[in-house]
């Protein structure tokens, strides 16, 4: 393989690994606990920011063209561990004044506004993270100790995201399978009934959504240390609906599914439509891809609301035992 | 005296009630759902909630299943005043309501949602689920066990793997009160339990209640369908425009005039 094509392809990789953890966590939100949160971008660049200004070092470094908070040279792995810390306070918070009282209809109309909110804030307020120009210059973790050529970090770096989804698979697999993520799922269904059988329903829909923002986080880190740069035009309202189109055609509900929607979404359709002629006036062509990624959910909502892989149905043997997976 | 288990002493100097509700009143806006209403469920009853439409009913089920914190008055469960207290809470003091409309977790198993509603699993905790299944998997076993007894009971045992959602309206209803004993109820708040049921299966439903009853499950159960009322509860409270008119021994409901003439013109 050619070095370019080595490059596209470890490029790939690493943007699958992100938007598949991004999925992951979008998944326990809404295709196992049903919360409406079309502010899951706004988690997902609170990760990238905490990780970028914990690595850039202090904002006032003589020769520094960038403002923003919080300046520090942390070592990897903190900046990845500080962003999940603050996706996790983030959806506390958001959290808090969304989930209690909230029917979930009006939760998604006040996730969609916070995620608006956010970005006009962070665009606004040029000290906070540079506004409109974002960030740049972010420094890759490890880059100095491995010394590599740059081919070969590319590879060390497709390894490391996916390790770190291997870790978040854990976490979200562990959840999934156990009575809580049973639990989860009956909120999911019916959240007056599980809250009459003694569930803390609020509680539940916190848990999922703190991990879920966690997990969100993370996957921003991920992706703006490899990236190098992040800016508000990177994550505007519009993105949560893709990652929302890659679960619900994968298949609520269902990991395995939030990878295929993620390889066909996020990454497969960008990609795909990189290498068309250019037709009409420039920008055409990103423009239809909204209207192409809209049809396609509406599609599905249609014809096959389950999705590729629908969620599984959950038996158990003649002793109890709950049946893996692969074992029907 | 709000409060005191004294109050729920009736007359004859029995034992408490296991349910007192005491001097409720709901507004909504201008309109009063319920004014003054108080009434006793003894321990180890059937007993109906009757009314016509607009009786307040479905207030009082709401209000005593914690839905609905009423404007003013009291509810005492096991002379503990447990007013205000959220559904979850009282689920766990042992107060656990069906729904008018089905209720069923219907992307569950009949098994599941079964499972859904046992009391105090390990697994069902963050650190508790990140310890894996060898943690979890044999309290989880006993409670499956524990699932398939009732299950067989209410014979719906080769349904287990169904999906809740696919059953009929009277499988839904019978997966409802399964899973309401899951939570080892003393006291079961039945709102009109038998609609849209097939008749046969309102028979057995109505039998299992009786069962039930006999091993000291206390039900307060709002029902439409007289002939179930005659056959299940005794005793009876009338309500009727927000207030209680009488509560009554089965046998004699119809002697009540005001009885009468509340359906009447109900």
Sequence with gaps: MSGAVQFYISTLLVYLAVDVMACWALNLQFGVAGLMNFAFIIFQAAGAYTAAVLTLGSPDASGNFQSYVFGSSMPFPLPLLAAAAVGAVLSLVVGLITLRRLRSDYQAMVMLVVSIIATTVVTNEIRLFNGPAGLSTIPQPLADVLNLDPLDYQWFYVAMSVVICAVVYFFVHRITVSPLGRTLRAVRDNDAAAAALGKDVTRMRMFAFVVGGAIAAVSGAVLVQFIGAWAPGGWLYPETFVLLGAVIIGGRGNQLGSIVGALLLPVGFAEATRFLPPIGRPGLIDALQWVAIGLLILLFLWFRPQGIFPERRRTFDGSGTPNRAWTR | ?266
């Design chain 2, 1 to 266: 005296m709000i409060g005191s288990a004294l109050t729920a002493q009736n007359a004859a100097g029995q034992a408490p009630a296991l349910l007192s509700v005491r001097d409720v009143h709901q507004r909504f806006g201008g309109v009063s759902a319920c004014s003054g209403v108080s009434f006793d469920v003894q321990d180890g009853t059937i007993t109906g909630l009757i009314g016509p439409n607009g009786a307040g009913k479905s207030t009082m089920v709401s209000i005593i299943g914690g839905a609905l914190r009423p404007t003013s008055g009291s509810v005492l469960f096991e002379g503990h005043d447990v007013t205000g207290k959220l559904p979850h809470e009282l689920s766990r003091l042992g107060l656990t309501r069906t729904f008018q409309t089905s209720s069923e977790f219907s992307r569950l198993t009949v098994l599941e949602n079964l499972l859904v509603a046992a009391p105090s699993q390990v697994g069902e905790t963050f650190l508790g689920a990140l310890r894996g299944r060898r943690y979890w998997l044999a309290q989880e076993r006993a409670r499956v066990g524990q699932a398939r007894e009732l299950l067989s009971r209410f014979d719906m045992r080769d349904k287990e793997s169904d999906l809740a959602g696919d059953l009929s309206g009277g499988q839904k209803r019978l997966v409802e009160i399964m899973r309401a004993l899951m939570t080892k109820p003393k006291f079961l708040l039945l709102d009109e339990p038998m609609v849209g049921v097939h008749p046969d299966l309102a028979l057995r439903l109505a039998e299992h209640l009786e069962r039930l009853r006999d091993e000291g499950v206390t039900m307060l159960m709002v029902e439409h369908e007289m002939s179930i009322v005659e056959r299940l509860c005794d005793p009876v409270i009338v309500m009727a425009q927000g207030t209680v008119l009488v509560e009554t021994p089965m046998r004699q409901l119809r002697q009540h005039q005001a009885v009468v003439d509340a359906y009447l013109a109900g």
